[in-house]
């Protein structure tokens, strides 16, 4: 399975960790939806993931630091959620990202100057 797309539903739950079991996966989006919970760790083992979209659900926690693993990634939405902490400095090392969104969360601190 390289897409996943479920965007759009009335999916809820948390997601399961498995997810990172998914290794050739690029597209997981699952936008506008009513997910909860936290973004899974194992996320971080998603390395040829490219379009990553959580937006519009309500999903809570701090951002993994494991997410900086998938470093072929392009997009990255998580934008109206309930996400706290700061923004992992470690995000820096996706290199090859083209958009950010984490807009409409509940995110503290400054913008890290690695970005």
């Not at 997601?15 to 009513?34: I, S």
């Not at 979209?53 to 309930?82: D, H, Q, Y």
């Not at 996400?83 to 890290?112: H, V, W, Y």
Request: aromatic share 6%; net charge negative; hydrophobic share 40%.
């Amino acid at each position: 399975l390289q897409d996943f797309s479920a965007f759009n539903n009335r999916l809820s739950g948390t997601l399961p960790t498995e997810l990172g079991h998914l290794t050739v996966l690029t597209t997981l989006d699952l936008r506008d939806n009513y997910l909860t919970g936290t973004l899974p760790t194992e996320l971080g083992h998603l390395t040829a993931m490219k379009n990553l979209v959580f937006e519009n659900n309500v999903m809570k926690g701090r951002l993994p630091t494991e997410l900086a693993k998938l470093t072929a990634m392009e997009i990255l939405s998580i934008s109206s959620n309930a996400f706290t902490g700061t923004l992992p400095t470690e995000l820096r090392k996706i290199t090859a990202l083209q958009a950010f969104d984490a807009s409409n969360n509940s995110l503290t601190g400054t913008i890290p100057k690695e970005f």
